[in-house]
């Protein structure tokens, strides 16, 4: 199986803040990867996905990069309604595998 | 717009089975597969299979392998996720999505306990 590792695991931020959480993959993936955003009691949200695609509806300060092994999800401003947990996951081989999510919180 | 809709809770005894079903709308069901994905109380995202759209094939987690059934009946657009051999570290929620387009349903827990 592929393992995505996301880090850091835990992050707080000022509104305003950019913020960045990176996911590496144990093998090449190409740009078979999406990111969520999941707050408590509500399924995953759809932010990016092919690693960079912004998902229709989804606010323009966030952003995905990278292939290959590393990707990064960016938030350019941080905002207090972003408080949530990120989760990447890859799509290249399955099993789909996710990261182990890494939770934003406001300071 | 678009809903998957999913059954209620289930409390089921360890080695019992649940069938677990997602019930889309608003979108053409025959174009898209179907994830299933689960979260343990306090855990994080793990992924147990997908369906194809036409429903005749299938591609499940090996952690899942031989305990887990995908079906889809394209006449009344529902999937279906059937989990045997329960444990308690079967208690979850469950999830059906359409992961390409981000159409998620509201989420079924299972709780197994004896």
């Known amino acids: 199986d592929i393992q995505l590792t996301q880090s850091p695991s835990f992050l707080s931020a000022s509104v305003g803040d950019r913020v960045t959480i990176t996911c590496r993959a144990s093998q090449g993936i190409s740009s078979s990867l999406a990111w969520y955003q999941q707050k408590p009691g509500k399924a995953p949200k759809l932010l990016i996905f092919d690693a960079s695609t912004l998902q229709s509806g989804v606010p323009s300060r966030f952003s995905g990069s990278g292939s290959g092994t590393e990707f990064t999800l960016t938030i350019d401003s941080m905002q207090p309604e972003d408080s949530a947990t990120y989760y990447c996951?890859?799509?290249?081989?399955?099993?789909?595998?996710f990261g182990q999510g890494a939770k934003l919180e406001i300071k | 717009q678009v809903q998957l809709v999913q059954s209620g809770a289930e409390v089921k005894r360890p080695g019992a089975s649940v069938k677990v079903s997602c019930k889309a709308s608003?979108?053409?069901?025959?174009?898209?597969?179907m994830h299933w994905v689960r979260q343990a109380p306090g855990q994080g995202l793990d992924w147990v299979g997908v369906i194809n759209p036409s429903g005749d094939s299938t591609t499940y987690a090996p952690k899942f392998q031989g305990r887990v059934t995908m079906t889809r009946d394209t006449s009344t657009s529902t999937d279906y996720m059937e989990l045997s051999s329960l444990r308690s570290e079967d208690t979850a929620v469950y999830y059906c999505a359409v992961v390409r387009v981000g159409y998620w349903g509201q989420g079924t827990l299972v709780t197994v306990s004896s």
């Open positions: 996951q890859q799509f290249n081989n399955f099993p789909h595998t």
């Open positions: 608003g979108y053409t069901f025959t174009n898209y597969h």
